[in-house]
Structures are given as C-alpha cells and as structure tokens.
C-alpha cells in the first residue's frame, strides 16, 4: 500500500503501526516487530513502512550501518558467514535507507553508507561482475512485477530515478547500458511485459500474466527512460 501511494493517515487513524508492535513478532527469536530481525532485505521494509506510518526506527536503520559488508552492500546471508555483497539485498538496503532520509533526513552514518551502496551498484553498471564485466546473468533483464526482493536492472534505475529527484543529482553514466537494456524491452506498443509473478503466496492480484503488457512494469519503465532522456547529460539514445 505504500508503494501505491495509499495515504498513510488512513492506517494511523486505526493505530496501525501500535497494533503491530502489540501483536506480531519475526519468526527470528520473537523479536518486536518494529526491532526488525537479520535479514537486510526485511529490515529494509520494515525501515520504510515504520517512516511511512510515523514509528521510531532510527535503531533499526543504523543497523544498516553495522552489518554493511567492506565491498560496500549487502548481504541477507551474512548471518551464514557470507562476505560478499549480493545486489538484491543491498538494493533493498538501499530502497530503506533512502526512506529513512526522505522521511528524517537521515544521519551521516546512514547517509555514507547509501552513498556506499549506490556505489557497489554503479561500478558494476547495475548489472555486471565487477571481476569480468559480463552479465550476473539473465535474470537481470527479467522484468516482473511485483518486484518484491528480486533484482533487475529496471527495478534499480526506478530507485536511482527516485534518489536522483529526491537530491537533486543528475543520473550517473554508468547506468548508461542499464538504460539501454530497459529501452530495447519496450515492445513495439510501448509497453513492457510482464515476465511472471514471482512465487509467494498473495491475497490478490496485482497485476497481468506473464507475456501481456504490465501497466505497474510500464508505469516504471516509462519514468525510468523519462528522468534518463530529460536528465541525463548522454540523453537518448
């Protein structure tokens, strides 16, 4: 609902956020709901909802700042012994500390380690290995909607664009063949198709089959190359 745009008065006027924290618990040794647990990707969630809905989670996002890995991302399996960063827990690492900011202005901990982040990002061109510069692999030019945890290179520009109109900066060119690998997915309506839901129980859909025009994958892709052209000093392509 956030995402959509829901008013979050709506849910404050229920006590939403004060039945969450009086009712629910993380699978993750029964922790308040509002503390988060050890899994970037969760965390980050629970970082941009509590600011949407007015909660106190300035502990939780300066967890970001202790768990963030020395190649500068991170990583959900950190709690396995894992060093290296992966790009969907640190996009969605991302995604929640730049909620933080937005909402609170952030701190400079939390604001170095988005820097960071982004970082780790854009040297690799949002979707190369920085050891070879070849792709991670397909699965970064498959666009599906809901997005939820999974990376792909138009779900990380969506993310650039916000943080670039947030701040005020203009796109960096590293994201220039990201840009292009989402234009060249654009069908020939000017649509972009929906790839395939991502498994997951859901209380209702959202959006089309896979194969058929996305309205939500449109909606990104369209602002996406909108912000690039208009912004970005390479232009169009």
Request: aromatic share 12%; glycine share 10%.
């Given at each position: ?5 829901l008013?979050?008065?709506v849910?404050?006027e ?5 039945l969450l924290?009086?009712?629910?618990r ?10 988060g647990?050890v899994d ?9 909802n509590?600011v949407?809905l007015?909660?106190?989670v300035?502990?939780?996002a300066?967890?970001f ?13 950190w ?7 992966s790009?969907?827990?640190?996009l969605n690492?991302l995604?929640g ?24 990002l854009?040297r690799?061109?949002?979707f ?43 796109p960096d060119?590293r ?18 198709l929906?790839?395939?839901?991502q498994?997951g129980?859901?209380w209702?859909?959202v959006?089309?089959k ?5 309205k939500?994958?449109?909606l990104?892709?369209?602002?996406v190359l ?7 000093p390479?232009?169009s392509?």
């Amino acid at each position: 609902m956030r995402e959509w745009g829901l008013d979050a008065s709506v849910l404050r006027e229920r006590r939403t956020a004060e039945l969450l924290a009086e009712n629910c618990r993380w699978e993750y040794e029964g922790r308040p709901y509002w503390d988060g647990e050890v899994d970037c990707c969760i965390n980050a969630w629970t970082v941009a909802n509590g600011v949407w809905l007015g909660m106190p989670v300035d502990e939780l996002a300066d967890w970001f700042v202790r768990h963030q890995l020395p190649d500068g991302g991170w990583n959900c399996e950190w709690i396995e012994g894992s060093t290296r960063s992966s790009f969907h827990s640190t996009l969605n690492s991302l995604k929640g500390l730049l909620a933080y900011e937005i909402a609170t202005g952030g701190t400079d901990e939390t604001r170095a380690a988005r820097r960071s982040g982004e970082e780790f990002l854009l040297r690799r061109g949002l979707f190369r290995r920085l050891s070879t510069g070849e792709p991670l692999g397909p699965w970064v030019g498959r666009f599906a909607y809901p997005f939820r945890w999974r990376y792909n290179v138009l779900n990380a520009a969506d993310y650039f664009r916000e943080a670039s109109l947030s701040y005020g900066n203009e796109p960096d060119p590293r994201m220039a063949d990201a840009i292009e690998m989402i234009r060249a997915a654009r069908a020939s309506d000017g649509t972009w198709l929906q790839a395939g839901r991502q498994p997951g129980r859901v209380w209702f859909e959202v959006d089309t089959k896979a194969g058929e025009p996305s309205k939500w994958l449109t909606l990104s892709g369209i602002r996406v190359l909108a912000w690039w052209d208009q912004s970005s000093p390479l232009g169009s392509a």
